[in-house]
């Protein structure tokens, strides 16, 4: 792969940079339940050296009842600076999984401004494979300004969503598996209906990764977007259970040179527990 400090790097250019001064890591590894991990504790036994957790749910909206939903602004700044992540800074962003939740934290980085942010290709399975050295004490931080500048036109909420389903004017791109899109898979959070937006089209997050979590090169991925029947000649909202494998989707987008993407941060989570909401069941 070819690395690119803005949107995804391998293991050796990590390792090659790891003592640059202006570098920052995270792990920003979060499981749904049935996984039966725990985030926290796993980064607390043995991290990459310097990272720092970023936690998903914490640093989000608890205003909102829905899950991790995008943080207020001053939230967001605060507990960066107090992790000692701010301007300047050349951020990494990995996970456990080998490349999930991470891509959901890139995306808030983006949001709020910071382009100088990467998810490390393979994340922790692949650093750990390769006999990678990985520390259990927390980094010595110290605190660092963070300018904010949100950037809008990269999220969309429930009103614009269902614009945008009626009018048919952007491509809406579903990340969760094909029963779960199809409303024949049972969904991990109880209460929401099965299904999809009506209009939507199905790009399975795996199917963007190799067998070992790294992400398809820009010409796979485009492969993949076109056979699932996405017109990637207009502008695009992807989606997902809860907006974070839907940002997998907005990641390889980037790698392709797509700007014109967006996240639905409600995602299924909100979609398919409002009744008044229409739903489409099926492949299609």
Not at 1 to 20: E, F, G, I, Q
Not at 40 to 52: C, D, F, K, L, V
């Amino acid at each position: 792969m070819s690395d690119d400090p803005k949107t995804l790097v391998s293991t050796d250019w990590l390792a090659a940079h790891l003592k640059d001064p202006d570098l920052r890591i995270l792990d920003g590894s979060m499981y749904l339940a049935s996984a039966g991990r725990d985030a926290r504790a796993e980064y607390n036994a043995a991290h990459i050296p310097g990272a720092r957790f970023f936690d998903i749910d914490d640093i989000s909206d608890h205003r909102s009842e829905l899950p991790h939903m995008v943080p207020p602004v001053e939230k967001f700044m605060s507990r960066l600076r107090a992790m000692g992540v701010g301007d300047g800074h050349q951020v990494v962003v990995y996970d456990g999984s080998g490349l999930m939740s991470a891509a959901r934290v890139w995306w808030l980085f983006r949001l709020m401004g910071q382009n100088n942010v990467a998810v490390l290709d393979g994340g922790m399975p692949k650093w750990q494979a390769e006999g990678r050295d990985t520390e259990d004490m927390p980094p010595i931080v110290r605190d660092r300004h963070m300018t904010v500048r949100l950037q809008n036109h990269l999220v969309r909420d429930v009103t614009q969503v269902s614009a945008a389903a009626k009018l048919g004017d952007h491509e809406i791109v579903d990340a969760r598996s094909p029963g779960r899109f199809a409303g024949t898979e049972a969904e991990p959070r109880e209460g929401l209906r099965g299904g999809h937006i009506p209009g939507s089209r199905n790009v399975y997050y795996q199917d963007l990764l190799n067998d070992d979590a790294t992400m398809k090169d820009p010409k796979a991925t485009r492969a993949v977007f076109e056979a699932a029947g996405v017109d990637l000649r207009k502008p695009i909202i992807t989606t997902c259970g809860s907006g974070v494998t839907a940002a997998i989707l907005s990641l390889a987008l980037e790698r392709m040179g797509k700007s014109d993407y967006a996240v639905y941060d409600g995602s299924w989570s909100e979609w398919g527990a409002y009744p008044t909401l229409p739903i489409a069941t099926g492949d299609s």
